[in-house]
């Protein structure tokens, strides 16, 4: 998979969480077997046809890194980021088992910020909203940490 999902410019809850369970997915034995989503295998193939562990890495992380900035130029930013922060909100059950629950918390923010990079100003507005959330403030913490740096250094950092 080079490109990244259809969807359309409002994603529903639904959509956002199979891609952000399709970019948490570890690259593990049933992905190198052929199985496993998309997004794993892509990054599988891409670690393996490097040829170097870190090189690997690097390589597949900035190819689902880029999948992740062309989605979120397709999508509007405003209820795009307002159903991300609902997640963040109540995310489902599934999300808080670890070790899963960091790779999926970790493609959450990293949507935040894709997103956020389109409308930083609202984005600021509506994450500030939610920095002292039990649940959410984590996550929106560090969206807007990683937002600040990613504007200072013109969106590098993903």
């Known amino acids: 998979m080079t490109n990244p999902p259809l969807t359309s410019p409002h994603p529903t809850r639904d959509e956002l969480l199979a891609f952000l369970d399709?970019?948490?997915?570890?690259?593990?034995?049933w992905v190198f077997v052929g199985y496993g989503g998309e997004i794993a295998r892509l990054r599988h193939e891409t670690m393996e046809a490097a040829g170097d562990t870190f090189a690997g890495v690097f390589a597949a992380t900035?190819?689902?890194?880029?999948?992740?900035?062309?989605?979120?130029?397709?999508?509007?930013?405003?209820?795009?980021l307002e159903r991300l922060v609902d997640i963040a909100v109540a995310p489902p059950v599934r999300a808080d088992a670890q070790p899963l629950?960091?790779?999926?918390?970790?493609?959450?923010?990293?949507?935040?910020?894709?997103?956020a990079q389109r409308a930083p100003t609202e984005a600021r507005a509506l994450l500030g909203r939610y920095v002292e959330h039990a649940t959410a403030g984590p996550?929106?913490?560090?969206?807007?940490?990683?937002?600040?740096?990613?504007?200072?250094?013109?969106?590098?950092l993903l």
């Open 139 to 156: 996550v929106v913490t560090e969206a807007l940490a990683l937002l600040d740096d990613e504007l200072a250094t013109g969106g590098q």
């Open 62 to 80: 900035s190819r689902v890194d880029a999948m992740v900035h062309e989605w979120a130029s397709r999508v509007d930013p405003g209820s795009t």
């Open 22 to 29: 399709a970019l948490a997915e570890p690259v593990g034995p």
């Open 101 to 115: 629950a960091d790779a999926w918390t970790d493609a959450l923010c990293d949507l935040l910020v894709a997103v």
